[in-house]
């Protein structure tokens, strides 16, 4: 067919384009209000989930305090109780050693232990053979002189069982002969028959009759704690298999939740408790809920707001689309690989006329690169429609290279099957999408870089840009933009920065990184003390897809996290110290040994370890409380501390326990001096500041046991045990003063 050169005819061989607004009159739910929902859904299944994780974390963290509490209230009970057992053991070795005690004896050792603890103890007796024969506090306890345990209907299986088993006894709770109900404590005094001289010894056993509700008062069990119904099970001392004795509120102890054994000498009881649920340990704030509905909200409003967006961005391309395609476009008939015909405007492109047959791939106006894009080998035969189109690049008649939008529909040509290929010139329109593309990409870029100090960074190092903290703490002549890493920085790390950009660029993903520098670097102008002190950052350095003015750059952001990295090395410090006395620790004191002690083999020296135990501590906590007792405690361990080296450590086992290990010593003779100082510390009177009455004064002594490393043990475990038994015969021989593990104590002396 001739080639027309009449733009009329080639407009008429065009598909007529469809008006835009034919296409808008189609009712349909806006995307953007879809999206919305969406996200306020998934937000609110989101808070949902986190609410419910929160509310479980409450209520076991709550159930954990009340297993806790039932553990405190355990050990407070077997405190009570094996206190008395050892009251009574006391009183029949006394017993055992004073075959001709006489009554008045009796009175006066009975006293000693009465006076210790008059509201807990009813009564003290000693029996003859099976009879009760001596009873202290006569007043009111006249009715148990003369009883015969062997033929009590309640007391007289505990009797027998003394007898036989010669091992301490718990009895009860029963009633007492002297009125109430009572907790029987009954030991031997003829632990072993076969002794000669407990022959002639006519006492068999001691008894301490404790009243049962003031057991239950100092052990924390009446009043009942507000979060635990509790029971006891185990009469007499037979654990878990006995009868349940003590049950106030009648639990169901079988389904009890938390059975805890109540174990002391003489026998076994156990603790039955029910938590007591506590709505308000599972109820969130107000806030919480109210935070809730606002970031609902913002996160629907923040979607819809997108969603609109890009809508209005779809909605501009699509009415440009429609413009373009209603121009004169460059428009071809193809039947296979061959042209049958080009419309003038083809012609006004390329600069070309091709002939009819001529192939389309030997015009050479398509891009190479763009070809494997379209029918291989140009063959349009078997392609299918495609109205939507294919972007390529077009040689044009000024040597140039231009953007078009290749389209193909099937038509009817003289009798034969061929296509027609417009050429949508969209070179223009690709340039603003590019240009949108890199605009975007850098906005989303900084918007996921802030807060903290962002720069955009090109892969030769240049700073091409500052944004964020860096930016808005500057004045704008002194910004680091336009300077390159190398000119910034040291060169170890402009190296090390320049290579976590060349790794970026290369792999096309976030990398991070952490590192410490100055902060005044990117920083300009004036700067603050903060400013000149090196500080840790935490960077996230992100590919820009688009290249950013012509080059490929990365978003570098800096985020200043010495605050976090310093509360880090706070919370490892705490792992090593005493929470109440500032002191090192057990961990601290395993840690600290090996070192010191391969400082004294290396010096042919030895260790000093000195165990120290409070004197008589426990009533500063019964009498003031225990608020008060870590007063003490904390005066005292700075005491210490003032009173050592620096190279000795000082450690709070825990209570009243403390230990300290000397640094290397030449001589033992040090250890003396140093002992010296240390006692020295409990001279002056401690001043406390009880909460309900004026300062007080309270005067302290303590004992000492002391093991040197090597002699008296290699291990720290066996140090610390010699120096623990040479504390305990301190204690036995009546408390404030030294002893050594090793025979031969150090002298003393002054530095």
Known sequence: MPQSTDTTEGSEARPAAQPADARTTEPHISGPVVAALIAG??????????????????????????????????????????????????????????????????????????????????????????????????????????????????QGASYQQVLESRQTVVAGP?????????????????????????????WTLSSIALDF?????????????????????????TGADGEVFYNPEQIDVAS????????????????????????????????????GVVGLLAVSGYTFRVGEGIRQRREALTRYQALVNRLADATLVVAGRRVLWANPAFTRMTGLSPDPGQTLSALGVIQADDRRRLPPALDFSMALEDPRGREIRVHTADGAQRFHLLR??????????????????????????????EARDLQDALFEAMPGDALVIDDTGLVRAVFGEARRGQAPQHTAAGHTLAELLPDEVAQRFSGVVRRALREGELQEIQYRLQASVFHGGETSPSMEATRW?????????????????????????????????????????????????????????????????????????????????????????????????RQLAQRLASSLRSDDLL???????????????NRREEAGRLIERLQAAFRQPFELHPGHMEPVEESLSCSIGVAFYPRDGQRLADLMMAADHAMYRVK????????YASEAAPESGTE
Not at 217 to 223: D, E, F, T, V
Not at 552 to 571: C, G, N
Not at 582 to 605: S, V
């Open 41 to 154: 859904l998934l937000f609110a299944l989101l808070f949902v989930a986190i609410d419910q994780g929160w509310k479980q974390q409450m209520a076991d963290r709550y159930q954990q305090a009340v297993v806790s509490e039932a553990s405190s209230l355990r050990t407070q009970l077997e405190s009570v109780l094996n206190g008395t057992v050892h009251a009574t053991i006391g009183l029949a070795a006394y017993a055992y050693v004073h075959p001709d005690l006489t009554e008045d004896d009796f009175d006066r050792a009975a006293d000693r232990l009465y006076r210790s603890q008059p509201e807990l103890i009813r009564s003290l007796t000693l029996a003859r053979g099976e009879i009760l024969a001596l009873v202290y506090p006569r007043d009111g306890n006249e009715d148990a002189i003369g009883l015969n345990l062997a033929e009590h209907p309640e």
């Open 174 to 202: 029963w009633t007492l002969a002297q009125g109430g109900r009572g907790l029987l404590v009954r030991a031997p005094v003829l632990t072993d028959p076969e002794d000669p001289p407990a022959l002639a010894n006519p």
């Open 213 to 237: 509700e003031t057991i239950l008062s100092k052990a924390g069990l009446a009043p009942r704690p507000p979060s635990l119904q509790l029971a006891l099970r185990g009469l007499d001392g």
């Open 256 to 291: 009890a939740p938390l059975a805890l054994d109540v174990s002391f000498a003489g026998g076994q009881w156990q603790m039955l408790a029910h938590p007591v649920p506590n709505p308000s340990a599972t109820e969130r704030p107000a806030a919480w809920w109210v935070m």
């Open 408 to 437: 193909w529909v099937p038509i009817d040509w003289e009798g034969q099957r061929a296509f027609l290929l417009s050429f949508v010139d969209v070179h223009d329109n690709r340039m603003l999408f590019d240009a949108l593309s």
């Open 537 to 633: 950052y935490e960077a996230r350095v992100r590919p820009i897809d688009a290249p950013f003015e012509g080059s490929s750059a990365v978003v570098w952001h800096a985020l200043d996290v010495t605050e976090r990295k310093q509360l880090e090395d706070r919370m490892q410090a705490l792992a090593w110290e005493d929470p109440l006395t500032g002191t090192a620790n057990r961990a601290a004191l395993d840690r600290a040994f090996p070192r010191l002690a391969a400082r004294a083999d290396r010096k042919e020296g030895q260790l000093a370890l000195l165990f120290i135990d409070l004197d008589r501590f426990k009533p500063v906590n019964d009498q003031y409380g225990h608020a008060v007792g870590d007063e003490l405690l």
């Open 651 to 665: 450690v709070r086992l825990g209570g009243d326990e403390f230990i300290v290990l000397s640094a290397p010593l």
């Open 732 to 739: 036995a021989a009546g408390r404030n003063d030294v002893s």
